[in-house]
C-alpha cells in the first residue's frame, strides 16, 4: 500500500488568518500538519488588493520558496531591497533574511514551501518590519 497523503488546501485546511484576525484581507493556510509532511511545510497565502501583510519574518534555519499562483505582489527582503513578483515567479529566500509580502493591484495568491520543517519552532516575527 502506498504512503500518500491528499488534501486540497481550500477545502480541507483550516484558514488560521481568521483566528488571527486578519480576514478577510488574508488568508492563511498551512498544510504542514494535515498533509502529515515530515521534512517540509507547505502553506497556501491569499491577499486582498494591496494588503500588506502587517509583520515581516526569518527563520534560524528553515529556507522557503514563494511561488506567485495568480495576480502579483512585492517582497521586502531585509531592510531595503523589494523583489516585484508576478503569476509564476519562484523566489527562494534564504532563512536569515527578513521578509515581508504585499499583494499587488489584483491581491495575490501564493504558495510557501519550506525546509527542513520544524513546526515554525524557528521562526522570528519581526513586528515593525515595514516601517524600517
Known amino acids: 500500500m502506498s ?3 491528499k488534501v486540497n488546501l481550500v477545502d480541507d485546511v483550516e484558514d488560521s488568518a481568521v483566528r488571527f484576525g486578519y480576514a478577510p484581507n488574508m488568508q492563511a493556510r498551512f498544510a504542514r500538519t494535515p498533509l502529515r509532511l515530515q521534512t517540509a511545510g507547505l502553506s497556501l497565502f491569499r491577499l486582498a ?11 534560524r534555519e528553515q529556507e522557503e520558496v514563494y511561488v506567485v499562483l495568480s495576480g502579483s505582489a512585492r517582497c521586502k527582503l ?4 523589494v523583489v516585484e513578483l508576478r503569476a509564476w515567479d519562484a523566489l527562494r529566500v534564504a532563512p536569515e533574511v527578513e521578509r515581508g509580502v504585499e499583494a499587488g493591484p489584483d491581491g495575490v495568491e501564493l504558495l510557501a514551501f519550506g525546509a527542513p520543517s520544524n513546526e515554525n519552532r524557528d521562526a522570528e516575527m519581526v513586528p515593525d518590519f515595514w516601517s524600517r
Open 78 to 81: 531585509g531592510d531595503d531591497e
Open 3 to 5: 504512503d500518500y497523503t
Open 49 to 59: 488588493p494591496g494588503f500588506r501583510v502587517p509583520f515581516g519574518h526569518r527563520h
